[in-house]
């Protein structure tokens, strides 16, 4: 008798319907597998020796003859144990049921044909041991070791079994700590990654859908706060959000899909061409562009990626090349059909509809671009140069139409809304080479005539150009129009300061900072009225905001040389200095000689730093940039910000008498507000020493003879707003300095001699006591009281 013959047995567990070679083969498996701790939490992480493995083979062949009943019953008499899990392995990686061949997994059918009937069986045998492994992915030791070896043993299964399983599983082990909940998160995460890299290629499509339904589950869950109790277990979602979730694996998709010279090279743009276009059909959910921006994630690891070895470099810097011409198809694409291609296309009335392709564009990381702009001056993947060129060019088309910078723009019949150009805007500076390239980098398979268009000559010049030529002459727009396409490339050039790398051109930081020195040099009341000073005073906001991006890129770079030992901020200024005269004179220049963006970077701290060569209104707006700067940029780089700006500043305050040109109270206050900033946030005096050869206490005192100067100082001016605001100011920095010397430095008798500490308690109650202006008054009482602590 045939012992894997067998039809009798009974569909539940009553032992004696079985026959007695099952019955002992299950006993044998218990006692000889490696079990310790409770049943279903193995922590034997060793292989089965072969006898063992054998028998696995032989409860293998008797659970193919009756699936349905024998399955259950070797899971509730022995739980799941190695053998047991060993046993389902085989199951789930077997082809057939009663014989020897045996499918790669890898290449097993998504769903089996309903005419063929073994196959038909042989994949819900499988089902069935992997809905059982499913269950406890993460908390058996032994199958996170075969899932270690052989992350594919789940992919004969349907996507719709497996994802939502992985996808709970990991969700469960984000829930809870310990290193079980780290091994379960490990563990489903190893498959998702496997199951991905097999889908992707070949049917990213059906892949990307049911990701999105399953990730929509937990947003949907966690909306309505359900608890456990409100769901059943086949819906048992745990609370987490979408975005939450997608952050435990998508990590490892990205760096596996670019990576691995195995997969396909097309897997890594399938899939996020697919949820693309799963956000364009459904604009109302969320969750697409949760997925989509978790999987190309922030663009910061790209860099690493690229300075692997030359194989690996190759191989992620050509799929990145090809994903980003794919989404850049994409978005063009539905741009055409939003916006329409000729004079009779209209517009589609939702306005969501039009930004999605931007908003797709716009959470593309911008090193994506860069290195596509990259290649394209190289020699690699000359197929799709020409492709890559054309699609660029239609792309600054579109933005230029949205942005009105060009009257020969063929949307001139579409109103934009303010979003659309606030995101062409920031798109421009981007996804546009940000300047041209010059011929020798060009490359030399493009045909003749065959250019990409750029950012600064497209967006920026043609603006700045009107602006400049509008002040000075007649000008066919009008004022409003003129100076909203001004800011509008502005805040292009704003994007571009934060994303430009260091080897790129640096042609472009010139042209704006010639017009912005100008733009902030115009005195408002010397214009044509109050609507044109309002527009220029937004526009001279944004080139505070300009200057104070460039101050913050200056410093990190400059603080990254040190750290290198590069020596970069000893860089000369004298050719920045004598480049920034005049918008024509950058624009006419050769673009070799200005260097590369790096260089630009060492010598644009030292420009802003001559606050004294320039007129009040220009100064004041460098000093408010100063501000922002020390507001914004990171704890690491206050000192180094202190060190280029403090210097300069203190020494420009205290060369003469507080007046109405040089030392205007405005930029005075500006300029206490700027040290009272820097101070405060440091929490430390030692932003006051330069190394300049003087001691801190020096620079201190001298900072403290220049706030009590500026509160008692005799003043002539003509702006009563500017006078209080430079005495508050100054009452602030005098607190922030009394305090940090007296709390810090106490021991040491401080920087600050007790003569100096009576001539500040002096003047504070003056201020306190006889001051004519209200806010003085309180201030000074308020700081006294605090100085009287220490």
Same mark, same amino acid.
Not at 299 to 323: M, P, T, W, Y
Not at 415 to 422: I, L, V
């Given at each position: ?15 004696? #319907? ?10 044998? !498996? ?49 739980? !799941? ?9 085989? *199951? *789930? ?15 097993? #059918? ?130 987490? #959000? ?118 797709? !564009? ?370 602030? !920095?005098?607190?922030? *300095? ?14 600050? #001699? ?37």
């Amino acid at each position: 008798m045939d012992i894997f013959d067998y039809n009798s047995a009974n569909t539940g567990t009553d032992a004696p #319907s079985l026959p007695s070679s099952f019955l002992s083969l299950v006993d044998t !498996l218990r006692d000889t597998s490696s079990l310790s701790g409770d049943e279903g939490d193995s922590s034997s992480s060793s292989k089965l020796d072969s006898s063992t493995r054998a028998m696995c083979y032989l409860m293998k062949r008797f659970i193919a003859t009756k699936p349905n009943s024998l399955l259950p019953f070797l899971v509730s008499r022995n739980g !799941l144990i190695d053998t047991t899990v060993e046993v389902l392995v085989m *199951l *789930l990686t077997s082809s057939g049921t009663n014989n020897n061949n045996r499918e790669s997994a890898a290449n097993t #059918s998504i769903s089996c044909t309903a005419s063929n009937s073994s196959s038909s069986a042989s994949q819900d045998i499988r089902e069935m041991a992997g809905k059982e492994l499913l269950t406890i992915i993460g908390s058996n030791s032994y199958l996170c070791q075969k899932i270690r070896t052989k992350p594919g043993m789940f992919s004969s299964l349907p996507l719709s079994l497996t994802i939502p399983r992985l996808l709970s599983s990991t969700a469960s082990a984000s829930s809870s700590n310990g290193v079980s909940s780290a091994k379960a998160s490990s563990a489903a995460c190893t498959v998702l990654t496997d199951i991905v890299e097999r889908y992707a290629a070949t049917n990213a499509d059906m892949l990307a859908k049911i990701l999105i339904d399953e990730l929509s589950k937990y947003d949907e869950g966690a909306s309505k706060g359900q608890s456990k109790t409100e769901r059943s277990p086949e819906h048992d979602y745990p609370m987490i #959000s979408s975005n939450a979730l997608c952050a435990k694996f998508t990590g490892s998709w990205r760096r596996s899909l670019l990576e691995n010279p195995a997969r396909e090279s097309n897997a890594y743009a399938n899939i996020l061409v697919e949820i693309g276009n799963i956000m364009f059909q459904i604009p109302q959910s969320s969750v697409p562009l949760t997925l989509f921006g978790a999987i190309v994630g922030d663009g910061s690891d790209i860099q690493g990626l690229l300075s692997k070895n030359q194989g690996a470099s190759c191989h992620c810097e050509a799929r990145i090349f090809r994903v980003t011409l794919d989404l850049l198809e994409l978005s063009l694409d539905k741009l055409k059909k939003s916006t329409g291609t000729s004079r009779q296309s209209l517009p589609t009335p939702n306005l969501f509809s039009r930004l999605s392709p931007l908003l797709l !564009l716009r959470r593309i990381p911008s090193s994506y671009f860069r290195t596509l702009h990259r290649i394209l001056i190289g020699t690699r993947h000359q197929s799709d140069n020409k492709r890559a060129v054309r699609m660029i060019n239609e792309l600054s088309d579109f933005l230029v139409a949205r942005l009105d910078v060009e009257t020969k723009g063929h949307h001139q019949h579409i109103t934009f809304t303010a979003e659309e150009r606030q995101l062409s805007a920031e798109l421009a500076a981007r996804c546009l080479p940000f300047v041209g390239w010059r011929k020798q980098d060009v490359n030399e398979n493009l045909e003749v005539g065959e250019s990409l268009n750029c950012c600064f000559d497209r967006v920026c010049a043609p603006a700045f150009t009107e602006l400049l030529e509008s002040r000075f002459g007649p000008s066919d727009c009008s004022m409003e129009e003129t100076f909203k396409r001004a800011r509008a490339a502005v805040y292009a050039a704003c994007h571009y300061v934060s994303v430009a790398e260091d080897n790129e051109n640096g042609i472009g930081i010139f042209g704006i900072l010639a017009f912005v020195l100008k733009v902030i040099s115009i005195e408002p009341t010397d214009n044509q009225g109050n609507a044109y000073d309002g527009h220029l005073i937004q526009l001279q906001t944004g080139c505070i905001d300009f200057i104070t991006l460039c101050l913050i890129s200056c410093v990190q770079r400059q603080l990254q040389c040190e750290q290198d030992r590069e020596g970069g901020s000893r860089l000369s200024n004298g050719p920045l200095v004598q480049e920034l005269s005049t918008l024509n004179e950058v624009k006419k220049s050769d673009s070799t000689s200005t260097g590369s963006i790096k260089t630009v970077r060492m010598a644009l701290i030292e420009v802003f730093s001559l606050v004294i060569d320039i007129i009040t209104t220009a100064r004041t707006c460098l000093l408010n940039s100063f501000i922002l700067a020390s507001q914004r940029c990171q704890p690491s780089q206050l000192t180094l910000l202190a060190r280029k700006c403090l210097p300069k500043t203190i020494d420009w305050a205290l060369g003469g008498r507080i007046d109405s040109d040089i030392r205007h109270p405005l930029c005075i206050a500006a300029a206490l507000q700027m040290t009272f900033v820097l101070v405060t946030r440091s929490k430390s005096l030692d932003v006051l020493e330069n190394g300049s050869g003087q001691t801190r206490k020096d620079w201190v005192r001298r900072t403290h003879k220049w706030s009590l100067a500026a509160i008692k100082g005799v003043v002539t001016s003509d702006s009563p707003y500017a006078i209080s605001s430079m005495r508050l100011a100054a009452l602030k !920095l005098i607190l922030a *300095l009394v305090s940090i010397d007296q709390n810090v430095f106490s021991e040491n008798g401080g920087c600050l #001699s007790p003569s100096e500490i009576v001539e500040t308690f002096s003047v504070l109650r003056g201020a306190a006591n006889v001051d004519e202006e209200p806010a003085m008054r309180k201030l000074a009482c308020h700081i006294l009281e605090a100085i009287q602590k220490y």
